[in-house]
């Protein structure tokens, strides 16, 4: 299972962020193995439609769990919609 998370940082050791849509980064991680990536949320600075690009991303980078903050309830839709738990 890969896990997405919303972040100050891209690593480990960041905080959670508690926007999604427009947090700076995810932390993509493999909680069996530890394995994880960094990435940088493109939809951070968008004017609007921020939270289904990033829902978007989320559902792009095969993650099936994500642990943030605050969901928009197009956000929510749209990863519902997927099948990520939020």
Not at 18 to 34: E, I, K
Not at 36 to 59: D, K, W, Y
């Amino acid at each position: 299972m890969k896990i997405a998370i919303s972040a100050h940082q891209p690593n480990l050791d960041s905080e959670i962020d508690a926007r999604f849509g427009r947090c700076r980064y995810f932390v993509f991680v493999d909680p069996q193995t530890m394995d994880f990536t960094g990435a940088e949320n493109p939809n951070a600075a968008i004017p609007g439609g921020a939270g289904i690009g990033t829902a978007q991303l989320v559902v792009q980078q095969g993650a099936q769990a994500i642990i943030t903050g605050n969901l928009g309830p197009k956000a929510q839709q749209a990863l519902s919609a997927a099948g990520i738990q939020m």
